[in-house]
């Protein structure tokens, strides 16, 4: 399933499933973006990040894809599991400054 | 190896006090960012310690002041506590001045009454 992060803020789908979170970023100028994943009680974990000179970056599991011409960074998360029910969030930061957090995507995985 | 730590978890304050929020970074790290996370809201940059020094700050009063200590750990203060400061407080660190790969704290759920 698919969800843009500031509009449908839930996500829910079926353990084994393919996940795919979206974000729309602000800075035109941003150069860093990073995903992060906060479970309840818990502060965000650091996911994966990519920088603005690639498009595409994978992990465990995971990979981000950067479109900078419309602004949009999608995460995917491969045979989602029940452990990775969570808030996801996008940041942005340019030229080495702070980040700039999105309003976050809950994903609930149902077993 | 120890990642970020925070302190207290929880705390409880009243309208106008003062409260003292610390954090010890993951080893090796040297920069302390600080941020506000509200109820279902994403984290607010408070502002960045390097090299004791507050190297950047976000849109927050001067009420929110903080410090930096040799050994990388840092205090966050806040004055004249609002109803509205009720939040969870989040620390996060990384090495060298900016923000890659930072890493967070579990925070400090403050609660203003």
């Known amino acids: 399933g698919e969800s843009v992060g500031l509009h449908l803020p839930t996500l829910s789908v079926q353990e084994g499933d393919n996940s795919i979170i979206n974000c729309a970023y602000s800075?035109?100028?941003?150069?860093?973006f990073i995903w992060y994943k906060q479970e309840s009680g818990k502060g965000p974990q650091f996911i994966i990040d990519?920088?603005?000179?690639?498009d595409k970056r994978q992990g465990q599991r995971v990979t981000v894809l950067l479109n900078k011409t419309v602004k949009h960074l999608s995460l995917q998360i491969a045979a989602t599991q029940p452990g990775d029910s969570a808030v996801y969030f996008c940041?942005?930061?340019?030229?080495?400054?702070?980040?700039?957090f999105g309003a976050g995507t809950r994903l609930t995985v149902k077993p | 190896d120890a990642g970020v730590t925070q302190s207290p978890t929880h705390l409880i304050k009243t309208r106008g006090q003062q409260v003292t929020l610390r954090c010890s970074p993951k080893?090796?790290?040297?920069?302390v960012s600080w941020y506000q996370q509200a109820l279902g809201q994403g984290p607010q940059f408070i502002f960045q310690?390097?090299?004791?020094?507050?190297?950047q700050r976000g849109n927050f009063p001067d009420r929110f002041s903080g410090h930096q200590f040799p050994n990388y750990s840092s205090e966050l203060n806040v004055n004249a506590l609002l109803l509205g400061d009720s939040a969870l407080y989040l620390c996060?660190?990384?090495?060298?001045?900016?923000?890659?790969?930072?890493?967070f704290g579990q925070g400090t759920r403050l609660t203003v009454v």
């Open positions: 996060a660190s990384s090495l060298g001045a900016g923000t890659r790969e930072a890493f």
């Open positions: 800075n035109s100028a941003s150069d860093y």
């Open positions: 990519i920088r603005s000179n690639m």
């Open positions: 940041a942005e930061a340019y030229n080495n400054n702070d980040m700039r």
């Open positions: 080893s090796g790290h040297d920069t």
């Open positions: 310690y390097y090299e004791e020094e507050e190297r």
